[in-house]
């Protein structure tokens, strides 16, 4: 089902001083939500997923409509997030029931360089299944995704995280995640398989 896409533009409906009050979006099945506040410099949002699965999370830079980063959200989970003043973020629902997110506003003025310096040890990224079988992954302490065939994963990680390959009944290390993936990667786990398994057979 091809997804539809929702554009939701915020001038002044929300007071940044008011910390406590909580905005809410529903977000249908199979479908992106976008949240643009073009008005606004840089500002804070601090977004919950409250919801039974998954949230993907993107900001997407306004002018070239392009992809600047990519989260996974557990469910349950929070997570802060620093919007440039070239800036949107989006929200997508991958899945067949309606996903619920909360979240707060804070001004600009009131980030330091410190707030954003706290978001490098996470590094965003794809991983994609290029090939036709599924591929098992194990993502300690994280997930265990199964990924489809012909198909892209978005993952957020922080460095040092291992991915494994399920391989009867072992797990073989793929991938261990370092600062030198750049955001918005693209990452060939088939390539990776390959590498990891010649290294054991020599």
Not at 85 to 114: C, H, M, P
Request: proline share 4%; charged share 25%; net charge positive.
């Amino acid at each position: 089902m091809k997804k539809i896409l929702l554009l939701i533009s915020f001038n002044f409906l929300f007071a940044f001083g008011q910390k406590s009050e909580f905005s809410e979006l529903v977000i249908p099945p199979k479908q992106i939500v976008r949240l643009d506040y073009p008005l606004f410099k840089t500002f804070k949002i601090k977004v919950y997923n409250k919801s039974k699965y998954v949230l993907g999370i993107s900001l997407l830079n306004r002018e070239k409509d392009s992809f600047n980063e990519n989260f996974s959200l557990e469910k349950g989970k929070f997570r802060t997030l620093i919007i440039r003043d070239n800036q949107y973020i989006q929200f997508e629902n991958r899945y067949l029931a309606s996903l619920k997110v909360a979240f707060t506003l804070q001004k600009g003025n009131e980030i330091s360089n410190k707030s954003a310096k706290n978001l490098t040890p996470q590094r965003a990224f794809y991983l994609e299944n290029n090939t036709a079988q599924t591929i098992p992954l194990q993502i300690p302490g994280v997930m265990n995704p199964n990924l489809n065939p012909f198909s892209r994963s978005g993952v957020d990680l922080k460095n040092g995280q291992k991915i494994f390959l399920s391989l009867r009944n072992k797990k073989v290390l793929i991938l261990t995640v370092t600062d030198t993936i750049a955001h918005g990667t693209r990452i060939d786990v088939a390539s990776l398989i390959n590498k990891a398994l010649n290294e054991i057979e020599n």
